[in-house]
């Protein structure tokens, strides 16, 4: 399994952005496909974006579409989410995780290794 730390969450304002960084450590990252959920308080776990392990493919929530952008870089060993003309309900815990599975899946029960997650805060 890889182990994963997210870095990049804070406090910004609605239309604001950010970029969110998953590290992993551990073998043969290139092979995991990857993805970024977020739960908000009293909400379920939802899934954000997800990308294939060669980077190649890329799915996205309806919601995110055009504005949230997955990649990875399997040099670094790492995972992004860019984040453009946030909202106040993006608002979330953020989580990258990783699946040993080749295709990219929106199910969080089919991936294998989860980060602790960073805050992400959009105020009005």
């Known amino acids: 399994q890889v182990q994963l730390v997210e870095s990049g969450g804070g406090l910004v304002q609605a239309g604001d952005s950010l970029r969110l960084s998953c590290a992993a450590s551990g073998r043969a990252f290139s092979a995991y496909a990857m993805g970024w959920f977020r739960q908000a308080p009293g909400k379920e776990r939802e899934f954000v974006a997800g990308i294939s392990g060669s980077g190649g493919f890329t799915r996205y929530a309806g919601s995110m579409e055009g504005r949230f952008t997955i990649s990875r870089d399997n040099a670094k060993n790492t995972e992004y989410l860019q984040m453009n003309s946030l909202k106040p309900e993006d608002t979330a815990l953020y989580y990258c995780?990783?699946?040993?599975?080749?295709?990219?899946?929106?199910?969080?029960?089919?991936?294998?290794?989860w980060g602790q997650g960073t805050q992400v805060t959009v105020s009005s």
């Open positions: 995780a990783a699946s040993r599975r080749s295709r990219i899946t929106v199910a969080a029960g089919e991936y294998d290794s």
